[in-house]
């Protein structure tokens, strides 16, 4: 599983969150591709996949919150993917 | 000296029913009153009114216009939070850019498809395609 949160350069919110986010999404998937991603530049990627506020989160390609989600939020989104993947046994 | 709200206009070059609309919107107010109940508006007022037009230029509504003037004159707030706005109105021109292209090309297709030339209106490709995208059955017309 891909998770890219797309932020804004010098942006505290995103600083201050992306590490807890990070740790949870490992807790539940250690080998998750993890990539941070300045808006500014990958626009052309950020366009593409909808995204028109920061920060925001995709997972796999696609833009699943379009602001930065709690840990519990992205504990849930990934859990319910675990889930319909029926790959990982927890 | 305060300026009248026709001299103001004047010199920035848009009309005096814009600027009460912007007082409307709450962009801009007067400094004052005169006596008479005129507006009155410092020099300052037209630098503001000037970031108005050119942020509008951008692409900014009225309302992201206001939240730029309030981080303008916060001083908890540094260019970093308006280069965050910037980037996310960017972000919204582009999808409204790429939305617009993918209009343009469908409407190529349907230009490409009518290009016999004296079909009925009942045979229009533009028309049928256009009304079975709205769910209507039956006829072009």
Redesign the interface.
């Known amino acids: 599983m891909k998770i890219e949160l797309f932020y804004?350069?010098?942006?505290l919110k995103c600083a201050d969150a992306t590490g807890g986010l990070e740790a949870a999404a490992r807790e539940l998937i250690p080998e998750v591709i993890w990539r941070e991603l300045n808006?500014?530049d990958e626009?052309d990627y950020?366009?593409r996949l909808?995204?028109?506020?920061?920060p925001a989160v995709a997972i796999d390609g696609k833009l699943i919150f379009s602001s930065l989600p709690t840990c519990r939020q992205l504990r849930r989104e990934l859990t319910k993917r675990i889930a319909e993947a029926g790959k990982y046994v927890h | 000296m305060p300026l009248t709200i026709g001299k103001i206009a004047s010199l920035a070059k848009v009309s005096p029913d814009t600027l009460r609309y912007y007082e409307r919107e709450r962009l801009i107010e007067p400094a004052a009153k005169s006596e008479a109940g005129y507006r009155l508006y410092e020099r300052d007022a037209l630098r503001r009114i000037r970031f108005i037009k050119e942020a509008q230029r951008c692409g900014f509504t009225l309302s992201e216009i206001r939240a730029l003037l309030t981080l303008r004159g916060s001083d908890a707030a540094c260019c970093r939070d308006v280069r965050h706005v910037a980037l996310e109105k960017k972000l919204q021109l582009e999808a409204q850019i790429k939305a617009m292209k993918i209009m343009s090309k469908a409407l190529t297709n349907l230009i490409k498809e009518c290009s016999v030339e004296g079909r009925s209106l009942d045979e229009c490709p533009i028309l049928g395609a256009l009304e079975r995208a709205n769910g209507v059955k039956g006829t072009a017309r």
């Open positions: 804004t350069p010098g942006c808006a500014l626009l950020a366009v909808g995204v028109v506020a920061l």
